[in-house]
Nanobody, 127 residues
């Protein structure tokens, strides 16, 4: 019902910047929170930053002051501006969105709310 498409990952030198973008497509009524997680090999997926529909933000301690999350509600997009990148930031980043959808099947309308994940984008920071 909903697809999240990520872009913007890549290779950058330590101290450099990257911007990740996430666009949501589908039968969307409303997107509540959107966020970014990252997963290091052998570890669980951890929150990097998230943002509510009203713009309230939350960051992991390890990225505070370096990363900024922002969104465009009209375009169903969220972005993560990553500055002063470190080698320790190297991993796969995933977008997540808390989405309310409406589907119609045989004239029956169903409203649902679910979390959706993007496919992941690799960020590599060379030291």
């Amino acid at each position: 019902q909903v697809q999240l498409v990520e872009s913007g990952g890549g290779l950058v030198q330590a101290g450099g910047s990257l911007r990740l973008s996430c666009a949501a497509f589908g039968s969307i009524l409303k997107i509540n929170a959107m966020g970014w997680y990252r997963q290091f090999p052998g570890k669980q997926r951890d929150l990097v930053a998230d943002i509510t529909s009203s713009g309230l933000t939350n960051y992991a301690d390890s990225v505070k002051g370096r990363f900024t999350i922002f969104r465009d509600n009209a375009k169903n997009t969220a972005h993560l501006q990553m500055n002063t990148l470190k080698a320790a930031d190297t991993t796969v980043y995933y977008c997540i969105a808390d989405v309310k959808t409406r589907t119609i099947d045989h004239s029956i309308s169903t409203v649902s709310r679910n979390d959706y994940w993007g496919q992941g984008t690799q960020v590599t920071v060379s030291s």
